[in-house]
């Protein structure tokens, strides 16, 4: 999904992760539920699963992007978007199916934005928390050039707001008057973590 997605509820508290990585797949354990999730390229197969959680209109929120409403316009979205981005996997549990996205996008030469989302069923649950952590252990790793992985948070956006600060992100302030989404002139919560970070 594209950046400034962050747009889920999370309260639950989480152990420390096993995390383990193979080929383009990411791996943890997470506390709550009790099962693995898995971050893996999406591909044009996960429309269905797309289609669940891209249409809900709590889920877009805080997001750039309205609810979608044909299957057609989320094809073209997976073949446009999707497929050529840089960096962006879907967020599974063991069942593989698809229940959100995570993405970093490259801001400029060492800057990098996270961005995620996931359906509202599983807000709550940890899973976001889980996603954001796997991808802030090793994207220093595939993208060494990256100095810095930055999210830019709505600032009524409480829920993603605790999910970068459980993770180990620090909150560096207000952006007054930011940027525009849809069609009202937000203030935004700016988030780092940088490779000297430790994650929480």
């Not at 995390?19 to 269905?48: G, V």
């Not at 599983?122 to 060494?144: D, N, Q, S």
Request: net charge negative; hydrophobic share 40%; proline share 4%.
């Amino acid at each position: 999904m594209p950046s400034k997605e962050t747009n889920v509820q999370e309260n639950s508290k989480e152990s420390s992760s096993e995390m383990e990585i193979d080929s383009c797949t990411l791996k943890a354990m997470i506390s709550s539920p009790s099962e693995k999730i898995h971050l893996r390229p999406m591909t044009l197969s996960d429309i269905d699963d797309f289609m669940v959680w891209a249409t809900d209109v709590n889920v877009t929120r805080f997001c750039t992007w309205e609810p979608y409403t044909s299957r057609e316009a989320g094809i073209a979205f997976i073949n446009n978007f999707v497929l050529p981005h840089p960096w962006l996997r879907a967020i599974c549990l063991d069942d593989d199916y698809a229940i959100g996205s995570i993405s970093v996008t490259p801001v400029d030469s060492i800057r990098g934005e996270i961005g995620y989302v996931i359906g509202s069923k599983y807000w709550g649950k940890g899973i976001a928390t889980e996603a954001v952590r796997l991808v802030a252990a090793e994207i220093f790793k595939e993208m060494p050039e990256m100095e810095r992985l930055e999210a830019l948070v709505d600032v009524d956006n409480v829920g993603s707001q605790k999910v970068l600060e459980k993770v180990g992100f620090v909150r560096e302030g207000v952006m007054r008057k930011f940027m525009c989404l849809k069609g009202n002139v937000r203030d935004m919560v700016m988030f780092s973590f940088l490779p000297s970070d430790s994650l929480l």
